[in-house]
Every structure is written in structure tokens, then in C-alpha cells.
């Protein structure tokens, strides 16, 4: 009976550190789509700004991200097209780089939308 007692013990002890490393997979996992939803979002944000014919999209789609992406982000804007590049906060140092997403939206110009 003691070595049963002895052997769910180090059962235990063995599978924290693996419950663990699944859970920070899971932040991780959680904090890609989360960065993904925020560069569809900026995307769209500058196309929305192309098609207004505004003509700055980039700003307009850096105003839609929160503060935290300052340094983290690239916006391109090329006619219609707007792309936005993101790192997702990363719980791994260097990894973040390895983990960026990136969304494209379009837009046709206001200049063009009457003909």
C-alpha cells in the first residue's frame, strides 16, 4: 500500500510541470489569435480610410490598435491595399518574431469610387 501512496505522489509531482507548460502553450496560442484579431481589425480600419479618401490609412489603422503594439506593428499602405504586420506578446523571449501575424485589407480609393 505505501508504494502505491508513494508512486501517485511522484505521479503528481511529475505532471505539474506538464500541466504548466500546457497552459503557458495556451497563452501563448491565446495571445496569436488575440494579436490576429487585433491586425484584421487595424487592416479594415485603414481601408475604411482609403475609401473615405483619407490620406493617412497607416494612421488610421495604428489608432485602431491599443498602446502595447507601439514597436510591435508595421502598416503599409499601397493604394487600396493596407497591411498590417503585428508580434503578439510572446511569454518566451525571442519568440514573438517567430509568431507575428499579418492581415491585408482593400479598398478602392475614393478618387475612384465614382467611375
Given at each position: 500500500?505505501?508504494?502505491?501512496?508513494?508512486?501517485?505522489?511522484?505521479?503528481?509531482?511529475?505532471?505539474?510541470?506538464?500541466?504548466?507548460?500546457?497552459?503557458?502553450?495556451?497563452?501563448?496560442?491565446?495571445?496569436?489569435?488575440?494579436?490576429?484579431?487585433?491586425?484584421?481589425?487595424a487592416a479594415e480600419a485603414g481601408a475604411?480610410?482609403?475609401?473615405?479618401?483619407?490620406?493617412?490609412?497607416?494612421?488610421?489603422?495604428?489608432?485602431?490598435?491599443?498602446?502595447?503594439?507601439?514597436?510591435?506593428?508595421?502598416?503599409?499602405?499601397?493604394?487600396?491595399?493596407?497591411?498590417?504586420?503585428?508580434?503578439?506578446?510572446?511569454?518566451?523571449?525571442?519568440?514573438?518574431?517567430?509568431?507575428?501575424?499579418?492581415s491585408r485589407a482593400y479598398a478602392r480609393?475614393?478618387?475612384?469610387?465614382?467611375?
Amino acid at each position: 500500500m505505501d508504494s502505491e501512496r508513494g508512486q501517485a505522489q511522484i505521479e503528481l509531482i511529475a505532471g505539474i510541470p506538464i500541466l504548466l507548460l500546457a497552459a503557458l502553450i495556451a497563452l501563448q496560442l491565446l495571445a496569436v489569435g488575440y494579436a490576429q484579431s487585433l491586425a484584421d481589425g487595424a487592416a479594415e480600419a485603414g481601408a475604411i480610410a482609403v475609401a473615405d479618401g483619407r490620406t493617412e490609412p497607416e494612421r488610421a489603422a495604428r489608432a485602431a490598435l491599443p498602446g502595447w503594439t507601439d514597436g510591435r506593428v508595421d502598416v503599409r499602405a499601397d493604394g487600396g491595399e493596407v497591411s498590417v504586420a503585428l508580434d503578439p506578446p510572446a511569454i518566451v523571449p525571442g519568440l514573438s518574431g517567430r509568431l507575428g501575424v499579418s492581415s491585408r485589407a482593400y479598398a478602392r480609393p475614393a478618387a475612384d469610387a465614382g467611375g
